[in-house]
């Protein structure tokens, strides 16, 4: 699985985006950034499995399982 982190003027400042949610809004373009390039680094680290609950673009709700050793691969996008 891909996951990307877009990076983006939002709400009066700048903020990253992934897969339609937007993260909180920073100061400057570089605190998004940097922000976006920790969480998706962290989103790759191994862990612990988990039962995780999400909220589709269409409001819909799935439950899943994720292993400790399916992690997505991450990038980030900054245009």
């Known amino acids: 699985m891909q996951v990307t982190y877009h990076i ?4 009066g400042g700048w903020a990253y985006q992934v897969g ?3 993260s909180e809004s920073f100061s400057s ?3 998004a950034l940097s922000a ?7 989103q790759e680290l191994p862990g ?3 039962e995780i609950l999400y909220q589709d673009t269409d409001g819909h709700w799935h439950q899943e ?3 400790p050793n ?3 691969r991450t990038e980030v996008v900054d245009r």
């Open 48 to 50: 612990n499995g988990a």
């Open 36 to 42: 976006a390039k920790s969480a998706a680094l962290r």
């Open 70 to 72: 399916e992690r997505p």
């Open 8 to 11: 983006a003027k939002h709400d």
């Open 29 to 31: 373009h570089e605190r």
């Open 20 to 22: 339609g949610a937007w």
């Open 65 to 67: 399982y994720v292993s």
